[in-house]
């Protein structure tokens, strides 16, 4: 007999074949298992808000008794229950994450068709259908990237791409994903498939790459670059979707190395490439994409932070879900800690983490070499959650990586860091950081007023991005560029990729001494004050 | 005055004073009652306090980066002045490089620093290193260890192939393994059969350090 199971927030029954694991079938619904299901990073929490289950010793050391008693557990560890069901924490973060799907209308057209726009991210897809007409978003919907299954950064699942095996899995599975997500906007929607002609996909090299269909051994190993980084155009029969016919899908160039057609898109979304003045584009992940630029020139690197700033690696580290502190702040000498959810704190997330080193660093508590000074070796945030030593190094390596590829972009351009307009963050985590904690620990060696967080670029770009497209294509193009759809090009685009340059941070000398100099933290972050001469 | 000049090169060094440490140095070296011999010990002595504040999580990588280039800068200064004895009684050599398909040099030049001030002659083959020219080196300077860097997952499998290069000659006995890297782990180090992982420069120089024998 086959067991049926409710999902929240989705208001949903998952029905689990015969046999099937509750971690399959909630896998196969797009819950995310950050560690593999191993018990090891509480990622995978669920309440439970119909049925009686007994927590396991995994699950009574993760959770308070408190937690447990409200129903908190660990989906890895969970045996199925017939009507059992379960909210599920990472969709009760995700939907109240507006900044990766906004629905910002573009400019109109006069066309009556509609376009999908798809930023494609290592870990969670966002596709939104617009009317062209009127430049209106019509429906958003997200999923998590099924790819995760493969490996949760993008390492790893080149790395599983290198037989074929593994690389059709993971073009199949992202393929089906993005095919599923504009079946669903369609109908969800109402609108006749017919109406729809293009969709516009953005996501980093790795995903553009495995998206199109192209081999990606070239990333995995130096010097990271691919000559098949140019704009595709793919058609929905090839990409083996149903339901929607004569769709067909571009997807945006890659910049060079790691830098992707999302943070093309970012440029599209910030005009960086038209600005007489120069500005940062700065998307802060486990990747580090960068752009420093005007309309002469653009310069664009990748640099590899860790996975600090979302929480990973960090002893208490947990993503923004209920039970993170996602803010910490002094109040008359004493730590204040926010906490997502009606919840006591049970780990601390990326914002939270950059918050309570500025906090630590204000109270003397870590000294500008990152160490702890307190006796008991930790920084206390709440009577269960505190950092480690081993949390601050952590934090330094991702903020160092960071700052010195900015540091040394700047460098390159002979551009200082006072002549830089605007320092545009992209991306989650750089809409949720707290922009003076970015700026206590040297995550961002810029002034309040030159920073702008300016939400999911990637989606808005790739939006802009659909209005462009229109009329440039054309099918005798198609046709003598058969063999190598490289040759395919968008002018406004191309005039973009031509001016960027891709700078290899890997392959400098001056990066290393400079990151090594970035681990510290800034010794104050008062500005000194005005002392009139005697 | 003997004691005192070595605790002042310790000191210096701990205090991370370039200047300070190369000025000792200078005096050892003028002075008739002390050897070079001496200032290489205390620098060791020092090195091993670098090294075990670094890992109790003290110091991080600036102070360990630091200490290891004055140490160097010291040394160069030193090793000329050693006697032929001295010279001679260096603990072994090692060879080192990043793997294959890597180009990252930071850990590794971290760990170079260590070995050579503990005592260790140590050949460099740089970076993106095929595993052919790891198995050369070691045919060619028969070293007490080899040890390989690796930051990338998908450039792992070069160092289990300088594992089986090194296995199929039947160099084993003579010459030891090591890998570390934040590709590596202790797991993958008992699966491809290297003797050792080392989580830090400062753990690999000691794991050497228990091979010589």
Request: aromatic share 6%; glycine share 10%.
């Amino acid at each position: 007999m086959s067991l049926r199971i409710g999902i929240e927030p989705q208001s949903r029954w998952l029905t689990l074949a015969a046999g099937e694991s509750l971690r399959d079938a909630l896998f196969r619904a797009g819950i995310e298992f950050p560690c593999g299901g191993k018990s090891l990073c509480g990622g995978c929490q669920v309440q439970l808000l119909a049925g009686e289950i007994e927590p396991d010793t995994a699950e009574k050391e993760y959770f308070s008794a408190e937690d447990i008693a409200s129903g908190w557990r660990l989906a890895c560890r969970l045996k199925p229950q017939n009507g059992m069901r379960l909210r599920i924490e990472q969709w009760q973060h995700r939907a109240a994450a507006p900044i990766l799907s906004d629905t910002q209308s573009i400019e109109p057209g006069c066309e009556e068709t509609y376009r999908i726009a798809i930023d494609l991210g290592t870990t969670t897809v966002v596709a939104q259908l617009l009317n062209m007409a009127t430049g209106e978003v019509l429906s958003v919907v997200s999923r998590l990237n099924p790819q995760a299954a493969y490996g949760a950064d993008l390492m790893s699942r080149i790395d599983y791409a290198r037989n074929d095996e593994g690389f059709a899995q993971l073009v199949n599975t992202v393929r089906d994903c993005a095919g599923a997500m504009i079946s669903e906007l369609i109908h969800s929607s109402g609108i006749d498939s017919a109406l729809v002609d293009r969709a516009i996909l953005v996501g980093n090299t790795a995903m553009h790459h495995l998206f199109s269909g192209i081999d990606v051994a070239p990333l995995a190993s130096v010097p990271f670059s691919t000559i098949h980084g140019g704009l595709r155009r793919l058609e929905s029969a090839e990409l083996g979707w149903k339901g929607v016919d004569e769709l067909a899908v571009w997807v945006l160039p890659c910049l060079g190395g790691f830098v992707g057609g999302d943070v093309l898109a970012g440029l599209l979304a910030t005009q960086l490439h038209r600005e007489r003045e120069t500005s940062l584009l700065v998307d802060l992940g486990t990747n580090g994409e960068i752009v420093l630029g005007n309309r002469q020139q653009l310069i664009c690197a990748s640099t590899a932070a860790g996975p600090a700033f979302e929480g990973g690696g960090i002893l208490m580290g947990m993503q923004a879900a209920a039970g993170a502190i996602d803010a910490v702040e002094l109040k008359d000498g004493e730590l204040c800690c926010h906490v997502i959810g009606q919840q006591s704190a049970r780990g601390i997330c990326g914002s939270g983490l950059v918050d309570a080193v500025a906090c630590g660093l204000e109270l003397g508590w870590i000294d500008p070499s990152g160490r702890i000074t307190r006796e008991d070796k930790r920084i206390p945030l709440t009577s269960d959650v505190y950092l480690s030593q081993q949390d601050i190094r952590q934090l330094q390596l991702a903020k160092a990586a960071i700052a010195a590829g900015i540091e040394l972009l700047c460098a390159q351009m002979a551009v200082s860091k006072e002549a830089v307009i605007n320092v545009f963050l992209a991306g989650a985590f750089g809409n949720y950081v707290d922009v003076s904690s970015a700026m206590r620990i040297g995550l961002l060696e810029f002034t309040q007023h030159q920073i702008k967080p300016v939400g999911n670029t990637a989606l808005q770009g790739a939006r802009l991005a659909l209005g462009l497209a229109s009329d440039v294509y054309d099918e005798q193009l198609r046709e003598e560029a058969a063999d190598d759809t490289d040759k395919v090009q968008l002018p406004e685009l191309t005039a973009i990729t031509e001016k960027v340059v891709h700078f290899s941070l890997g392959e400098s000398q001056a990066f290393q001494s400079l990151f090594i100099e970035k681990t510290k933290f800034p010794e104050s972050s008062a500005t000194p004050e005005y002392q009139p001469e005697v | 005055m003997a004691h005192d000049l070595k605790e002042k090169l310790k000191e210096a060094l701990l205090d991370l004073n370039n200047d300070a440490t190369l000025d000792y140095v200078q005096q050892f070296l003028a002075a008739d009652e002390m050897t070079a011999k001496q200032a290489v010990d205390s620098i060791a002595e020092a090195l091993e306090i670098v090294g075990r504040r670094f890992q109790e999580g003290d110091w991080f990588l600036g102070e360990l980066v630091y200490a290891g280039t004055i140490a160097k800068e010291a040394m160069d200064v030193l090793t000329p002045a050693l006697t032929a004895d001295d010279a001679r009684a260096n603990c072994g050599t090692v060879v080192v490089g990043t793997i294959e398909g890597d180009m990252h040099d930071l850990g590794k030049s971290i760990f170079i620093n260590y070995a050579r001030s503990a005592g260790f002659d140590v050949i460099d083959l740089g970076v993106d290193v095929p595993a052919e020219t790891f198995l050369e080196a070691v045919n060619e300077h028969e070293p007490l260890a080899v040890g390989m860097c690796c930051l990338l997952t998908p450039a792992a499998g070069g160092v289990g192939r300088v594992v089986e290069l090194i296995t199929e000659r039947d160099l084993r006995a003579r010459t030891k393994i090591i890998i570390g890297g934040a590709a590596m782990t202790q797991a993958f180090a008992d699966e491809i059969g290297a003797d050792a992982y080392a989580p830090d420069a400062v753990t690999g120089t000691d794991i050497i350090r228990g091979w010589v024998g």
